[in-house]
Nanobody, 127 residues
Framework: QVRLVESGGGLVQAGGSLSLSCATS????????MGWFRQAPGKEREFVAA????????KLADSVKGRFTISRDNAKNTVVLQMNSLKPEDTAVYYC????????????????????WGQGTQVTVSS
């Protein structure tokens, strides 16, 4: 069974930074691309970022380009979402997921490529 453990959410003022981590097993980490999605109250879950196997490729949603980065920590089997210059509209529950059905080298941004979701971590940005 695939397990994803997210951490790092919290409350921050606009313009601040947070770093989210998603830890998983070595097998999962070494086999699949990984992604982050978010869901704000009353809105659908949306793509934020994805990173491929061995960090070959990564992609970011247009809304976070220039502010967020995604990386892989191979020593810890962890995917990290570094969020800078946060805005109130970034407030959401952030979910980590495994790109099981897409390309391990270049995971996509569509939800149906993903399986095995984390429990979510709340990010709140105050104005």
């Amino acid at each position: 069974q695939v397990r994803l453990v997210e951490s790092g959410g919290g409350l921050v003022q606009a313009g601040g930074s947070l770093s989210l981590s998603c830890a998983t097993s070595k097998h999962t980490f070494d086999t699949f691309g990984m992604g982050w999605f978010r869901q704000a109250p009353g809105k659908e879950r949306e793509f934020v970022a994805a990173i491929g196997w061995k960090s070959i490729n990564s992609k970011l949603a247009d809304s976070v380009k220039g502010r967020f980065t995604i990386s892989r920590d191979n020593a810890k089997n962890t995917v990290v979402l570094q969020m800078n210059s946060l805005k109130p509209e970034d407030t959401a529950v952030y979910y980590c997921a495994v790109n099981k059905y897409g390309s391990a080298w270049s995971p996509g941004s569509v939800m149906h490529e993903y399986a095995y979701w984390g429990q979510g971590t709340q990010v709140t940005v105050s104005s």
